[in-house]
């Protein structure tokens, strides 16, 4: 069984500075055999990644919600897709017993000048980003004890520690190392799962994402980085979260 719905140009809230874009492209798909499986949330480093293709072999269900250039904000508050829930609040009412969230990238997109997606908003000083930087830990934490009481298994998997427009290395560095920190407040319940440490040491991914014809060092060009993306998420709901 396999369904998708297109979503575009969706209105988000801007409370925050880690926003992304007003209209964006997205996707919300699932498929496999019908059990407690697999739910992805993710940005846009999951266009076109084979979740479900990849579930479905390994017999698991598979549900999917990406949307490009969001962060937790958006996924956490915006009502969107068949439910018409958002995405944190679908998941914890789905029948998965695992949420792999990839989210990062544009949580921390904002830090510092030089992304045309934020419109010019970023903090204007060291204290400013700090501050902006304990908003995403509130919204992080808020998203994964949603998901934790509602009795999910969560693994987390960060951004690439990496300078590009918008966000520095440590900008990078520091989120995952809040993402780190949660696997102590939540023993066996949530995982950090070092993407950025995978982005480097999968061959295929690294070709994708940094020497490939077009590659941008975040998102995966190759059908071979995309597969080595699912091929992460089913092995670790697998390893961490032992998903039916």
């Known amino acids: 069984m396999i369904s998708i719905i297109v979503s575009l140009s969706l209105v988000i809230p801007a409370a925050a500075l880690e926003r992304p874009a007003d209209a964006w492209y997205g996707l919300e798909e699932q498929g496999g055999p019908w059990h407690p499986g697999m739910y992805v949330i993710g940005d846009s480093i999951s266009n076109g990644v084979p979740y479900v293709a990849t579930g479905t072999a390994d017999g698991a269900h598979v549900w999917v919600r990406w949307q490009a250039g969001w962060s937790t904000y958006p996924h956490r508050r915006t009502l969107w897709g068949a439910s018409n829930l958002d995405s944190f609040t679908d998941a914890a009412r789905s029948p998965a017993s695992v949420v792999f969230v990839q989210l990062g990238t544009n949580d921390t997109g904002c830090m510092r000048a030089g992304n045309a997606l934020c419109g010019g908003d970023h903090p204007v000083d060291e204290a400013a980003r700090q501050n902006e930087k304990l908003r995403m830990v509130m919204e992080t ?53 070092d993407y950025h440490a995978y982005s480097f040491d999968n061959a295929a991914l690294r070709h994708s994402l940094d020497e490939a ?3 941008d060092r975040v998102h995966p060009v190759t059908a071979a980085g995309r597969q080595a993306i699912a091929n992460l998420a089913v092995y670790l709901a697998r390893a961490l979260c032992h998903m039916p």
């Open 141 to 193: 934490t808020a998203a994964a004890r949603q998901l934790i009481d509602a009795g999910k298994c969560v693994i987390w998997a960060g951004t690439r520690e990496i300078d590009r427009a918008g966000s520095a290395q440590v900008d990078a560095a520091d989120f995952n190392a809040w993402l780190r920190n949660m696997q102590g407040q939540f023993p066996g319940r949530f995982h950090y799962a």
């Open 213 to 215: 014809p077009g590659a």
